[in-house]
Nanobody, 125 residues
């Protein structure tokens, strides 16, 4: 069994920063990627960033490039999403997820095997 627990969501002013954390427990040997998704009301869940757990290669959705940084601490089994220069349109519930896909960067929801419960990010203008 695998569990992912996010933390770090909060209300922040536009232009501010937040760091989200995702602690992973359980069987993690087959975790090849960690992804961060977000979902705001009325919109589909979208991939924001992903990281290759062992190699550290990263992927970012265009709207967050240069503002968000995904990272991981392998020893601590924890992933992070550093979010800078936050905009009102970044407000959403953010989810971390674990994928056993290794051939390419998993970008679809169904390519992820396990999910956290989500953490709310609110951005005031």
């Amino acid at each position: 069994q695998v569990q992912l627990v996010e933390s770090g969501g909060a209300l922040v002013q536009a232009g501010g920063s937040l760091r989200l954390s995702c602690a992973v427990s359980g069987r993690t040997l087959s975790m090849y990627y960690m992804g961060w998704f977000r979902q705001s009301p009325g919109k589909e869940r979208e991939l924001v960033a992903a990281i290759s757990w062992s190699a550290g290669g990263t992927y970012y959705e265009d709207s967050v490039k240069g503002r968000f940084t995904i990272s991981r601490d392998i020893a601590a089994n924890t992933g992070y999403l550093q979010m800078n220069s936050l905009k009102p349109e970044d407000a959403a519930v953010y989810y971390c997820a674990y994928s056993s896909m290794w051939r390419r960067v998993p970008v679809r929801e169904y390519e992820y095997n396990y999910w956290g419960q989500g953490t709310q990010v609110a951005v005031s203008s």
